[in-house]
């Protein structure tokens, strides 16, 4: 079993930036990839960002490259979703999820194991 918690979540202006953490915490060696999710009312879930675990790979959704970051702190078994120039738009419930299944860093919500509770991510215009 992994548990994940993410914090950070708020209300930022458009052009705004956030800074979303996930804290990790069980059997957190068998993972294999980390993903920040993020689901809009009325929305399906859709990837935003993976990190994979042995080597720091990063993974991102066309939409938001070159506006967010993902990183992680291997002492903290934490990962990080740094947010810049956000969007009304992106206003969702943000998760992150992880997946310890080895081979290939997915991108589909139903190949990751564990989640998170979400973060409420809210972009006012």
């Known amino acids: 079993q992994v548990q994940l918690v993410e914090s950070g979540g708020g209300l930022v202006q458009a052009g705004g930036s956030l800074r979303l953490s996930c804290a990790a915490s069980g059997r957190t060696f068998s993972t294999y990839a980390m993903g920040w999710f993020r689901q809009a009312p009325g929305k399906e879930r859709e990837f935003v960002a993976a990190i994979r675990w042995s080597d720091g790979r990063l993974y991102y959704a066309e939409s938001v490259k070159g506006r967010f970051t993902i990183s992680k702190d291997n002492a903290k078994n934490t990962v990080y979703l740094q947010m810049n120039s956000l969007k009304p738009e992106e206003t969702a419930v943000y998760y992150c999820?992880?997946?310890?299944?080895?081979?290939?860093?997915?991108?589909?919500?139903?190949?990751?194991?564990?989640w998170g509770q979400g973060t409420q991510v809210t972009v006012s215009s």
């Open positions: 999820a992880a997946d310890v299944s080895w081979g290939y860093v997915a991108k589909e919500p139903h190949e990751y194991d564990y």
